[in-house]
């Protein structure tokens, strides 16, 4: 399987060793290093945000987040049921409830204008979630949050360098989150970050990402939480991340702009949008849904595609349908017709940075030839 074209491969071609070995060499390994910190102003810098706090993946920023601006027990959070489990997973924990959104059928985006009817007294956020690479309608967003007094928590995960009408992803929320997985523009492995301008909030989110120690009294404990801190190793491989964001946007956006010159006249599949306004695409993902008239699911395909050595995922399956919440009696009846298709007939193609022109054609070539054994 040598000619394997995985779904992702990181580019780790910079100043990445180069970091990495300042780190063995000086003895900075753990979360004490001066990389952490320098990691953390430069990337929260670059979203116009004054302060950063690194942790150890988006999940854990994102349940950092949601305690850190005082989501509790019964508090109502309104999301999109087409995301990552980490979004609703940090708010059950600390007893809220999700209430969901359909999708957009053409950004894949949370559909805003669902977002005034499931608003109760109970309502104390709404979490924002840019899904593959454009971003959230957010001047509608930004409107409701302010005329309901809402809190917004904004999950930028998948949206290194994006911006929403000139202004970055990552801005917009009282408290904002990143990703550093290696499928993400930038990676640190694993690895997370929470943006905002909120002193308050640092101190809390500092305090939450580090076992609640409290400054003065270092082991006596008023407050619970987990370790979640970043390490200097992550933060070098970080910094060279960094340097490089722009050329990796643009690299991704002539990716997902071959990939749509190649299938483009492919009958029966729906290709992502270059622009949503003036907001044009990243392609964190090159995300395809096959149409009804293609006689199979994503799974089907995925694994179709995997025999003929492409690597690919199926989309994010629905809040609302699964298993470990609809047996809890959440969502009961709950119907998001957009949503539900997205996670049955949709699926994404190798989008790495890594991926070469010759594979991006490869990619399309098996793709295209696979789809007409369904229709
Ligand atoms: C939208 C979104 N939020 C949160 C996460 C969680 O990030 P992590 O995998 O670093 O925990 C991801 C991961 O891909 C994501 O896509």
């Known amino acids: ?74 508090d109502e959070v309104i999301m999109p049921t087409f995301t990552i489990i980490s979004c609703a997973e940090a708010v059950t924990r600390v007893g809220a409830v999700p209430v969901l959104v359909d999708s957009d059928p053409d950004t894949w985006n949370m559909c805003v204008d669902q977002i005034e009817s499931k608003i109760t007294p109970k309502t104390k956020a709404i979490m924002v979630v840019h899904i593959y690479g454009l971003p959230v309608d957010m001047d509608k967003v930004l409107d409701i949050a302010k005329r309901h007094n809402l809190k917004i928590v904004e999950d930028a995960a ?51 990402r580090n076992l609640c120690f409290q400054r003065e009294v270092r082991y006596v404990h008023e407050e619970l939480s987990g370790n979640y801190r970043f390490t200097n190793l992550q933060a070098a491989v970080g910094l060279a991340q960094l340097e490089r964001l722009e050329e990796f946007v643009e690299k991704k956006r002539n990716m997902g702009r071959r990939y749509t010159e190649l299938l483009k006249d492919v009958k029966g599949i729906k290709l992502p949008k270059e622009y949503e ?49 609809t047996e809890r009696g959440l969502f009961k009846n709950e119907k998001y017709p957009v949503a539900e298709k997205l996670a049955r007939k949709g699926l994404y193609i190798p989008s790495g940075l890594a991926l070469t022109d010759e594979q991006i054609e490869c990619v399309a070539d098996v793709f295209k030839q696979l789809i007409t054994e369904f229709v």
């Not at 780790?12 to 953390?40: H, M, Q």
């Open 158 to 208: 998948e949206m290194h360098g994006q911006t929403y009408n000139g202004r970055p992803c990552g801005s917009f929320g009282d408290i904002s989150i990143f990703s550093f997985y290696p499928n993400k523009h930038i990676t640190t492995g694993e690895g997370g970050m929470i943006v905002t301008n909120d002193e308050e909030l640092v101190e809390k989110c500092r305090s939450l």
């Open 277 to 325: 306004g003036d907001n044009q695409n990243i392609y964190w993902v090159y995300g395809i849904v096959l149409g009804d008239e293609i006689k199979c699911d994503n799974r089907e395909f995925v694994k179709k595609l995997g025999e003929k050595g492409i690597g690919s995922r199926t989309f994010f399956w629905c809040m609302h349908e699964q298993p470990v919440y």
């Open 1 to 74: 399987m040598s000619d394997f074209i995985p779904v992702n491969e990181p580019l780790l071609n910079g100043n990445e060793k180069k970091y990495l070995c300042e780190c063995i060499d000086t003895g900075w390994i753990s979360s004490e290093g001066p990389f952490v910190k320098e990691f953390e102003s430069k990337f929260s810098k670059t979203v116009n945000r004054e302060f950063g706090i690194s942790v150890t993946n988006g999940t854990a920023a994102l349940e950092i987040a949601v305690r850190a601006i005082g989501i509790t027990e019964g």
